[in-house]
């Protein structure tokens, strides 16, 4: 079936809105295996920063899940595709970067210390996913920029969010796969979990 990006921006916000879990991750692999998410495409950047607040969320931050994705998918409906070799800024980087401001109402006059976290933390994810390198995958730099915001909130705010390091099951489907190179993929030296 044919949807629109506001119909799966719709279906992505009623799928997470389901999930009780801390791991962000789980969170949207558990959306990824939906008919209404591709393997690559755009309505990752919404779903990637989706998740991350419903974890967030789930975790006992402090927000209303639904308002908060609706101004999520509000800022990244206007994210174009392939931002990561148009831009040189992944779109997943950009909607985790996105649920952080939401979360904590920064915005680009703001002058107290989270302004400064938004940018540490995007720019630390964009900083691992240059050392991997391209060809892109949306599930790769999901997995990266989720582990990276999990690990950032916890030290930085005490929210005990969860992220266990995933072994990645698109690889088949990903024509561009890093193979190896991917720390994800399941014959990668850096998996958690080789078969």
């Not at 997995?143 to 005990?160: H, N, Q, T």
């Not at 561009?176 to 979990?193: E, F, I, R, V």
């Amino acid at each position: 079936m044919e949807y629109t990006p506001e119909q799966k921006y719709d279906l992505i916000k009623q799928a997470v809105l389901k999930c009780g879990d801390t791991d962000p991750i789980a969170i949207a692999r558990a959306v990824m295996n939906e008919d209404f998410v591709g393997m690559h495409g755009p309505e990752h950047h919404f779903l990637d920063g989706a998740a991350f607040l419903m974890a967030y969320h789930n975790a006992g931050g402090k927000i209303i899940s639904d308002v908060c994705l609706d101004e999520l998918a509000r800022r990244t409906i206007k994210m174009p595709g392939a931002m990561c070799g148009y831009w040189g800024v992944c779109g997943s980087v950009a909607s985790v970067g996105a649920a952080l401001s939401i979360i904590h109402g920064t915005g680009p006059l703001s002058t107290d210390a989270y302004y400064a976290d938004n940018m540490r933390l995007t720019s630390a994810i964009l900083a691992k996913m240059a050392q991997i390198g391209g060809a892109r995958c949306c599930k790769r730099n999901a997995f990266l920029a989720l582990s990276a915001g999990v690990a950032f909130v916890k030290e930085r705010y005490g929210i005990p969010m969860e992220a266990d390091k995933p072994v990645c099951g698109y690889y088949l489907k990903n024509a561009q796969c890093l193979g190896k190179k991917c720390p994800y993929h399941p014959h990668s030296s850096d998996c958690p979990n080789t078969y």
